[in-house]
């Protein structure tokens, strides 16, 4: 059963800073995996999704990477800011005609002014 | 870009009444609409997989005799609850795909159930 894991659980940054999002997953076999963002009480807001075949893309301020062999995913967020603070999820889709998502508990992300 | 649309956004219900939730796409036609479940700080849980027009495949422990899956067409799918209890209260969230736009599932905004 694929599980998907997010590190860290919280973050708490000033503004400005760059900082990174790990999410890892224990069967290599996706389809593919996507990063959304969820504002409190509210629904998903897709920021960026890779193909199984790809090995990063970019979005803005936001990069993210996929070593699918290695079961990791990264998402780089430069030059953060207040707007940014949010909870990040990450998810992944096997392959074999199963569509559904595989989400990680997320990372809350509070970006300091 | 694809929109997903909800209704209601949020539900409050008394214990053994029945609560239905619609999922609809906007601007595309969804030949595969899924339902999910977030429970407070736990990640999203897929419920159930219906494709229009077919019974829906549910994951396994999701009682398909409790939660009630249509799509009916296109472009709109439900889920009722039925006879809610308290450990039902939670965060429904949709999401719809398109035959065409296939590697991508477009999320509604959510339905939050309190029951009583």
């Known amino acids: 059963k694929q599980e998907v894991t997010q590190i860290p659980a919280a973050l708490s940054v000033p503004e400005g800073e760059n900082l990174v999002l790990n999410c890892s997953f224990t069967?290599?076999?996706?389809?593919?995996l996507q990063w959304f963002r969820q504002d409190p009480g509210k629904g998903l807001t897709s920021l960026l999704l890779?193909?199984?075949?790809?090995r990063e893309q970019t979005s803005g301020r936001l990069n993210a990477s996929l070593d699918k062999s290695s079961g990791r995913s990264t998402l780089y967020i430069a030059a953060s800011q207040p707007g940014d603070s949010a909870t990040y999820l990450c998810?992944?889709?096997?392959?074999?005609?199963?569509?559904?998502?595989?989400f990680g508990k997320g990372t809350h992300l509070i970006i300091q002014p | 870009g694809a929109v997903v649309s909800q209704h209601p956004s949020r539900v409050i219900c008394k214990s053994g009444t029945s609560v239905k939730i619609e999922c609809r796409s906007l601007?595309?036609?969804?030949?595969?609409m899924f339902w999910y479940r977030q429970f407070p700080k736990k990640s999203l849980m897929l419920m159930a997989t219906?494709?229009?027009?077919?019974?829906?495949?549910?994951e396994q422990g999701v009682e398909k005799d409790k939660f009630l899956i249509n799509h009916a067409s296109l472009t709109l799918s439900t889920l009722t609850v039925t006879s809610a209890h308290p450990e039902d209260s939670s965060f429904y969230i949709c999401?719809?795909?398109?035959?065409?736009?296939?590697?991508?599932?477009?999320f509604g905004p959510g339905t939050r159930l309190t029951v009583l």
């Open positions: 999401s719809a795909k398109s035959g065409i736009l296939y590697n991508e599932q477009f």
């Open positions: 069967d290599s076999a996706i389809y593919n």
């Open positions: 890779i193909q199984s075949s790809q």
């Open positions: 998810a992944v889709r096997l392959g074999g005609g199963a569509d559904g998502l595989t």
């Open positions: 601007d595309f036609q969804a030949t595969t």
């Open positions: 219906s494709n229009e027009g077919s019974k829906a495949t549910y």
